[in-house]
């Protein structure tokens, strides 16, 4: 299994309030499990965690690991 959590603005497009659980296949990739979302809609630029660290959408998941997508934050 794998868990896909989108954040604050970025909710919008996924269903049950951001947040799915997705059957994991070997050979899975971030982008395939965004694919489950409607993140490429999103105009907001964002940056994507599994399980806690900084990942990219080419990169390999695992079973049992968790994807957070997070807009990027500005300020200073």
Do not use: C, W
């Not at 965004?34 to 990942?55: E, F, M, P």
């Amino acid at each position: 299994m794998v868990t896909v959590k989108l954040l604050a603005v970025l909710k919008q497009y996924a269903p049950n309030g951001g947040t799915i659980e997705l059957e994991y296949s070997q050979g899975m990739t971030v982008a395939d499990a965004l694919s489950a979302t409607d993140i490429s809609k999103a105009t907001q630029r964002y940056s994507i965690l599994v399980n806690g660290k900084r990942k990219e959408a080419r990169d390999l998941l695992s079973d049992g690991d968790s994807v957070t997508v997070m807009p990027l934050l500005a300020g200073g």
